[in-house]
């Protein structure tokens, strides 16, 4: 061969490979690209709508989180409420109890006080007639006559009854 063979271009070589490169590219497409493409079009739409499901989700997740968030406030101010009127509730008894503690031992105080008065004049009235039967024995004695306890009684009484006033005055 010569040399000018060697290096030559044959144009028609090159025709006749174009056009089994252009047919090789269409079975490649046609054969190859078109069901890639598909796929890879199906695991993208696949994809899309995973994230939209995602993101759907974030956001009912965020919705759920306030609205929790709304219902843990309320809670609180419902039990901070309850707890309130619990101690005023507590407040209101323990006066309640306390009055009635109170009153209960005025009560008692008083009745003290009537009984130590009604043994009081228990004990002068023991008193005055220890004093009237004293007193008309040593009057019997000493007059050595007879009086009728019944008037020496009475003369005793207005006695002490006197002596109670001037008491009383003083």
């Not at 509730?89 to 503690?101: M, N, P």
């Amino acid at each position: 061969m010569q040399a000018s063979e060697i290096i030559s271009v044959n144009i028609w070589q090159i025709v006749v490979s174009l056009l089994n490169l252009l047919l090789l590219f269409l079975i490649v497409k046609k054969f190859l690209f078109k069901p890639v493409k598909k796929v890879i079009d199906s695991r993208q739409a696949k994809i899309d709508t995973r994230y939209a499901e995602a993101e759907e989700a974030l956001s009912s997740a965020k919705a759920s989180e306030r609205e929790l968030n709304e219902k843990l406030s309320v809670a609180h101010k419902t039990a901070d409420e309850i707890v309130k009127e619990a101690t005023e509730l507590g407040e209101r008894r323990k006066e309640k109890l306390l009055d009635d503690a109170h009153t209960e031992a005025d009560a008692i105080i008083r009745q003290a006080r009537a009984d130590a008065e009604l043994e009081k004049k228990k004990a002068e009235e023991d008193i005055k007639a220890q004093i009237i039967d004293v007193s008309s024995a040593l009057t019997e004695k000493l007059i050595e006559r007879e009086i009728k306890v019944e008037d020496h009684r009475k003369l005793i009484d207005s006695f002490i009854s006197d002596m109670g006033e001037l008491n009383d005055a003083e």
